[in-house]
């Protein structure tokens, strides 16, 4: 009777302890919440857009104030032309070749922030920071007045551009995908496509932020923040033409060049 009484009790103990086990493990964990909220709201920024250098364009800036080879847009807003260079030729001789005259413009020359001067491919440079997820648009330019001195002008003569060199400091994502186009503008002023963001595959944020159009670049090795070769030097790329066998009187001839963006504007938010 003893040993039996010894091993009830032995397994009475067992028992009593797995069964309290699942009690402690299903013990509840209560929570209480609040809810609160982050806020932040979004505007179109129209600021300026500073220039900068198109083979360097997250380097240092161009300085607004020391460089006459380029024009700086005054204006803001989403969507800008933000600067072109100035054309600047070499001086030509008054001649009697039955040929017509070709020369190259000159590179420009940029003075940056810190004082140091680069030398650059004739460019432009744009920015398109709308929002929303459009960001087609096109660039062109045409010749709106052809060289002239006063009343004399060269007749039919033509600027040719060559070599285009994309470039600029926003993710692979943002690129567009195609490098800019060869074209001659003539005292037509007909426009002329310069880069081409309207295609197909131009969706979402392709072409948002700042990019630069580079005409032939300052060395045959530069590369843009892709990794994508130049094909020109900044020397060879842009070329005035000049149709022999017309009276040139001396002097310094001028030409004007409109340069544009041209996009189609976003359905206007309904009103409040």
């Known amino acids: 009777m003893k040993f039996k009484t010894l091993c009830s009790v032995a397994v009475v103990t067992a028992i009593t302890a797995g069964a309290l086990a699942p009690i402690a493990a299903n013990a509840e964990t209560e929570s209480k919440t609040l809810l609160g909220k982050g806020e932040v709201t979004y505007e179109e920024d129209n600021d300026k857009n500073l220039p900068g250098d198109p083979e360097n364009p997250d380097g240092t800036k161009v300085d607004p104030e020391e460089n006459p080879g380029i024009t700086i847009n005054p204006d803001g807003g989403p969507i800008t032309i933000d600067v072109v260079s100035n054309l600047v030729f070499p001086n030509q001789k008054i001649g009697v070749s039955p040929e017509a005259t070709k020369t190259n413009a000159n590179p420009v020359t940029l003075t940056l922030t810190d004082g140091t001067t680069v030398t650059r491919g004739n460019y432009v440079q744009w920015t398109d920071k709308r929002s929303g997820n459009d960001h087609k648009y096109q660039i062109k330019a045409a010749m709106t007045q052809q060289f002239t001195n006063g009343s004399n002008k060269l007749e039919n003569a033509t600027i040719s551009y060559a070599n ?109």
């Open 164 to 272: 285009g060199f994309l470039n600029s400091n926003m993710p692979a994502a943002n690129w567009p995908s195609s490098r800019p186009e060869a074209f001659t503008l003539g005292e037509d002023g007909q426009a002329k496509l310069v880069y081409d963001n309207n295609k197909s595959d131009s969706t979402g944020a392709k072409g948002l932020g700042t990019f630069y159009a580079e005409f032939g670049t300052s060395a045959a090795d530069t590369t843009n923040t892709l990794g994508e070769t130049a094909t020109g030097l900044a020397g060879d790329s842009v070329e005035l033409v000049v149709p022999a066998g017309q009276s040139i009187v001396k002097g310094k001839y001028v030409a004007n060049i409109t340069w544009s963006i041209e996009y189609t504007p976003a359905p206007a938010a309904p009103e409040a």
